[in-house]
């Protein structure tokens, strides 16, 4: 399986962990934690054991656990959406210097420690389903606590004009475990100035 399959396998199965844990509910502080706790687990199991992981066999053997921020229910926000008005195809450099196209689609707005938030959604060119987006960004935690070329998350549009963010959920690219992989890094609209405080830090600190 080449390195685009097996990091679109992970993909997969990172919304379909996004989308129970959706379907949870989280007005119950503690079944919150209990859902965010069981899909750390999960991701822990798939770098820890399934065969696509990225992770070396001697990483797989040495790994007994993944680093993240305590949960933090501040970071989940009810983000308006709102249309980018020259919406056109833009290529996302990889780590490698190779490119990947997403369309550039809509931005994220929302308030977040007091501060007033933009985030560029992307979508995959070959994305089917039109309500899944694609968000990497960096912020002030970058390079320190968390890894240098940034963080994901993979979300679902779930209103008309809204979509869900819930940083506690932010994982780290493929890169960040094997160099050998090659991932998009942020777009410069989602380089952060604020710490997030808030998902998984860096690998193997």
């Given at each position: 399986m080449s390195q685009k399959n097996i990091i679109l396998a992970f993909v997969v199965v990172v919304v379909f962990g996004t989308l129970i844990y959706t379907l949870t509910g989280t007005e119950d502080p503690e079944l919150y934690k209990e859902t965010v706790h069981a899909e750390r687990e999960r991701q822990f199991k798939y770098l820890k054991f399934n065969a696509d992981s990225p992770l070396t066999q001697e990483q797989k053997q040495s790994l007994e656990a993944l680093d993240f921020y305590d949960v933090d229910p501040t970071y989940k926000v009810k983000?308006?959406?709102?249309?980018?008005?020259?919406?056109?195809?833009?290529?996302?450099?990889?780590?490698?210097?190779?490119?990947?196209?997403?369309?550039?689609?809509?931005?994220?707005?929302?308030?977040?420690?007091?501060?007033?938030?933009?985030?560029?959604?992307?979508?995959?060119?070959?994305?089917?389903?039109?309500?899944?987006?694609?968000?990497?960004?960096?912020?002030?935690?970058?390079?320190?606590?968390?890894?240098?070329?940034?963080?994901?998350?993979?979300?679902?549009?779930?209103?008309?004009?809204?979509?869900?963010?819930?940083?506690?959920?932010?994982?780290?690219?493929?890169?960040?475990?094997n160099p050998d992989f090659a991932c998009p890094l942020p777009p410069k609209e989602n380089l952060l100035e604020i710490p997030i405080l808030a998902g998984e830090k860096n690998y193997g600190k």
């Open positions: 983000a308006r959406m709102e249309p980018v008005e020259d919406r056109k195809m833009m290529e996302i450099p990889l780590t490698d210097g190779s490119v990947e196209k997403y369309v550039r689609h809509s931005f994220a707005i929302f308030e977040l420690k007091g501060k007033d938030v933009k985030l560029l959604l992307l979508q995959a060119a070959d994305e089917t389903d039109r309500r899944n987006f694609f968000l990497a960004f960096a912020d002030d935690t970058s390079g320190e606590e968390t890894y240098g070329g940034g963080r994901y998350l993979n979300l679902r549009q779930d209103g008309q004009r809204s979509i869900t963010i819930d940083f506690n959920l932010a994982y780290n690219p493929y890169c960040a475990y």
